[in-house]
């Protein structure tokens, strides 16, 4: 029976080296409501486009089969034991953009992006396989955790904001589909209405699937986008013309030297990736004190073996701008909150994960959804954005134990924010060096902001 549980509180799982597989119907309910919100969430998968129009000059169908294999790979982590909503890695998009603008539009783009991906792959793999990634999320400094993520809270924030942003495209479609997302999201009255009116608790289980559906909706009337013109069928993605011109396969390998200059890129990218991973157990974290009834087991070398693994697989097959992360940290807080309300809402976490991914997956390939979508892709991308940058800034906060720990995170994130991770990380290492000095591992035992308080 699915969502059947282990003597210990574990989802059943097949075992598979340090993998666990967990099927659909077999090993976890499938969540309706969540493959639902997928259907029309596959609107933020659609936002990498014109991503990768804009850099490697993609037509749109061969840039749609880039996005189709990276959905088919988004269901490698629930599927093999890694309870998140993996994504994109978002807050580093510009930093890699910037680079790979550094060679000439054509084959000498598309080798840097490969090779780009393909370092960052086998780097996140080694560090798995060999157990250092757990290391590295206990050694690091918690003022330098904390502003990592806070950082990449902010630079997401950012993104939309800055002037010829997202919002100054959709200005009255965003404010109020972001105003009506945290109302539902993170709003104690309308958690109390949930809890006391049968037909909230419904519409709540949607999480954010009539926030898309109101988007639609909205920025036509506000003249923010075309109404959308539902075209019917399957999608009709090209990967005949994605292997022969953006791949190993039509392009051969890229020079060893674009891979050496590839380094400071995968390790200042790497940072983020590092939050993230923070980011999704903090989070799992959160909601074992209200979900005693599963044990959920984040295990940060088996998501670096995952993520890595599709980042090597995507640099081979379609090389992706916006990358593989493991982490889709707004729509990854959706599913949690739900998964908080208790049993009858979600059976087990990786119902959820996955109902979601299957969900979009099926939006990706049904002509009617994308080009229902189509018109608000900026606003989808705005949403998950915003999302991502409130839950970055609570998670980063709470990982800081001091006031000082808080003020180097507050330098740190102004940095990663402004002059990118790399900076970030070396004014963090810094800082910590001179304030906490032989405890730059530990910090200080002042440790002012006490949970249990």
């Known amino acids: 029976m699915a969502d059947e549980r282990r003597e210990d509180h574990e989802t059943v799982y097949w075992p598979m080296g340090p993998f666990k597989v967990r099927l659909p119907f077999i090993h976890y309910r499938f969540e309706w409501p969540d493959y639902c919100q997928g259907l029309l969430m596959c609107a933020v998968d659609l936002a990498a486009i014109p991503l990768m129009t804009e850099l490697l000059g993609m037509p749109f169908e061969v840039a749609l089969a880039v996005v189709l294999l990276n959905g088919f790979l988004y269901l490698t982590h629930h599927l093999l034991g890694d309870p998140v909503v993996p994504g994109w890695i978002t807050p580093a998009i510009p930093l890699v953009m910037a680079w790979c603008q550094t060679f000439p539009e054509g084959t000498e783009r598309i080798h840097a992006l490969i090779a780009f991906q393909m370092t960052l792959g086998l780097f996140s793999i080694a560090l798995g396989v060999s157990g250092l990634s757990h290391r590295v999320v206990q050694l690091v400094p918690s003022a330098l955790k ?3 993520i806070i950082g990449a809270g902010i630079a997401a924030v950012i993104t939309v904001f800055q002037v010829g942003g997202r919002f100054d495209s959709f200005p009255w479609t965003i404010s109020i589909a972001i105003g009506a997302a945290f109302y539902l999201l993170f709003s104690r009255h309308f958690s109390r209405l949930k809890t006391s009116n049968g037909f909230w608790a419904t519409f709540g289980k949607l999480g954010i699937f009539p926030i898309i559906a109101l988007a639609v909706v909205i920025a036509p009337l506000f003249g923010e986008a075309s109404w959308p013109e539902i075209e019917w069928g399957i999608t ?6 994605l292997w022969q011109n953006y791949t190993l396969f039509g392009l051969g390998w890229p020079p060893l030297m674009v891979f050496v200059q590839s380094l400071p890129v995968v390790l200042a990218t790497y940072i983020v990736v590092f939050g993230d991973v923070l980011q999704g157990k903090a989070l799992l974290d959160e909601a074992d004190a209200t979900r005693p009834d599963e044990k959920v ?8 073996m995952i993520f890595g693994g599709r980042n090597a697989v995507m640099s081979v097959i379609g090389p992706d701008v916006a990358m593989c992360g493991p982490l889709w940290a707004a729509m990854h807080v959706v599913i949690v909150e739900r998964f908080k309300e208790g049993r009858k809402a979600m059976g087990s976490i990786f119902g959820g994960a996955g109902s979601f991914r299957w969900g979009t997956n099926t939006g990706l390939l049904l002509m ?3 080009s229902l979508v189509q018109p608000i892709l900026g606003v989808a991308l705005a949403l998950t954005l ?6 970055s800034v609570r998670v980063g906060i709470m990982a800081a134990r001091s006031q000082r720990d808080l003020g180097i995170a507050g330098i740190v994130a102004a940095v990663l924010a402004t002059r990118g991770a790399a900076w970030a990380f070396a004014v963090g290492v810094t800082l910590c060096l001179l304030i906490y000095g032989r405890r730059f591992f530990s910090g200080e035992d002042d440790h002012t902001f006490n949970r249990d308080h």
Do not use: C, M, T, W
């Open 146 to 148: 904390a502003g990592v």
């Open 236 to 241: 009709s993605p090209d990967f005949a013309g």
């Open 297 to 304: 087991e984040y295990a940060p070398n088996r998501a670096h």
């Open 368 to 370: 009617p959804i994308v």
């Open 386 to 391: 915003l999302i991502q940058g409130y839950v």
